[in-house]
């Protein structure tokens, strides 16, 4: 295990190298379903895909695509055809060296690739990207963003080194949902690769949404490697990762991540020699059932930061970030046989003020009886208390008789929603909202 993490770590802190490791890929003997596709491949030709088997590069160009497994094999799928490629293909959404904007989508449901791109290969444009996640093996990366630094065309084609807001390798948005799939090595089963919501090389990424709720990688990144990415934000409810940061080298903007689930050895606040824009920050919560091992400064950005935690959710905590984050608990409201989880700031109190904007109230055939300390009912809480640790509290609710005009001025301002009992909606919801100030 240790051994295990320092190869990660060290990965990590040179950020994959990643034109470096992206490229590393062995030359198979070309499989194809469609042996004219690959024959005529013309990777400028707007919505027909492409299979360049001599680069092992796989173009979208536009077309939406599903990548699969079948008998051991690695298929992409799209509305008119299907192409049997080898596991180290590099899948592209979008186009190489034509500029056409395009909307590219690739899903991944299984089988194996090297690397995926939201966007192009150099000179692209891709206005919506759309990379989905949901199993299968990586032994590169997935990014939301293009490639401008993967490879050379020629010797007189050098790759783009000018400003990255005005990089040829350009995609607007990037939406990356990842819900499964592991990362690997070439050669062992160890994760080592990353999730990226921007671009390689200098690139351009307009603006970044990450989610990921599962799956096992080394790497997850709010924004890109290199170039330039625009707003970005990063979601984590599940998965198992080794390091979690807002960027890895190049400019940013503001940049937030949420972590609210899954086990991570280690977050970052700030990043390896990337650059907030000026003016610009980055934010980073860490809630509820999230497990971290280690939450550390890293040198670059941290003067950017601003970090809120749950004390239970977190194991290590550098010094440094103890004095100024946010301290986080959490109020567990139990309701008929509901949980919901709040995180506010450690010391702080629910004022009237603060009830109101923390959560709504919505009354429609239940009502509020109280907020008790035991689930028997048997004692009032004290919702004007100060919260120093994580508190659970019971929230009695009853049925209005009248439910055709339920009175509910008097509770316009109560802690906990109540909705009519649907099947699946339930009776209790509570609207989620971290405090970051007492």
């Not at 603006?207 to 170039?227: D, I, Y």
């Not at 689930?261 to 980073?284: D, H, K, Q, S």
């Not at 919702?383 to 009695?396: A, G, H, P, R, S």
Request: proline share 2%; with cysteine; net charge negative.
């Amino acid at each position: 295990m240790k051994g295990k993490e320092k190869k990660v770590k060290k990965l990590t802190k040179l950020g994959l190298c990643l034109w470096c490791g992206l490229v590393v890929a062995i030359m198979p003997t070309v499989m194809a379903e469609d042996n004219d596709a690959v024959a005529t491949c013309d990777t400028t030709e707007v919505g027909k895909p492409c299979y360049d088997s001599a680069k092992q590069n796989f173009f979208a160009n536009g077309k939406a695509i599903t990548i699969t497994e079948k008998d051991g094999n690695t298929i992409i799928s799209w509305d008119g055809g299907s192409q049997k490629v080898d596991a180290s293909v590099n899948v592209f959404g979008g186009m190489h060296d034509n500029d056409t904007a395009v909307t590219s989508n690739i899903t991944m449901n299984g089988g194996q690739v090297h690397n995926i791109f939201g966007g192009g290969l150099h000179k692209s444009h891709v206005t919506t990207a759309n990379v989905t996640v949901t199993g299968g093996k990586l032994t590169g990366s997935i990014l939301g963003g293009g490639a401008s630094s993967f490879e050379t065309d020629t010797d007189s084609n050098p790759w783009y080194s000018g400003d990255p807001k005005a990089s040829p390798t350009k995609v607007d948005v990037a939406y990356v949902t990842v819900t499964g799939g592991t990362g690997l090595t070439p050669s062992s089963s160890d994760p080592s690769s990353a999730i990226y919501g921007g671009g390689e090389g200098i690139s351009y990424t307009g603006e970044t949404h990450v989610t990921v709720t599962g799956g096992e990688f080394a790497l997850v990144v709010a924004a890109g490697v290199n170039g330039y990415t625009g707003p970005s934000e990063l979601k984590i409810t599940g998965g198992e990762f080794t390091d979690v940061q807002h960027g890895m080298r190049g400019t940013i903007e503001d940049s937030n991540i949420e972590i609210t689930g899954g086990t991570i050895t280690t977050v970052w606040v700030g990043m390896p020699t990337a650059t907030f824009v000026e003016g610009n920050t980055a934010t980073l919560s860490i809630e509820e059932n999230a497990k971290v091992n280690e939450l550390k400064y890293e040198a670059s950005g941290k003067d950017n930061a601003s970090v809120a935690y749950v004390e239970s959710a977190v194991t290590t905590v550098n010094e440094d970030i103890k004095s100024n984050a946010v301290v986080l608990v959490n109020l567990t409201f139990h309701c008929l046989d509901e949980d919901e989880v709040v995180s506010i700031a450690k010391g702080s109190k629910l004022t009237a003020d603060g009830i109101a904007e923390l959560l709504s109230i919505v009354a429609d055939g239940y009502k509020v009886d109280g907020y008790y300390i035991d689930a028997d009912y048997t004692e009032e809480f004290d919702l004007t208390q100060t919260f120093d640790n994580d508190t659970d509290i019971y929230v009695k609710v009853s049925k209005i008789e009248d439910a055709a005009n339920p009175d509910t001025s008097d509770i316009n301002v109560l802690l906990l929603s109540v909705i009519v009992a649907t099947g699946i909606a339930g009776v209790c919801y509570v609207k989620k909202q971290a405090i970051a100030k007492n």
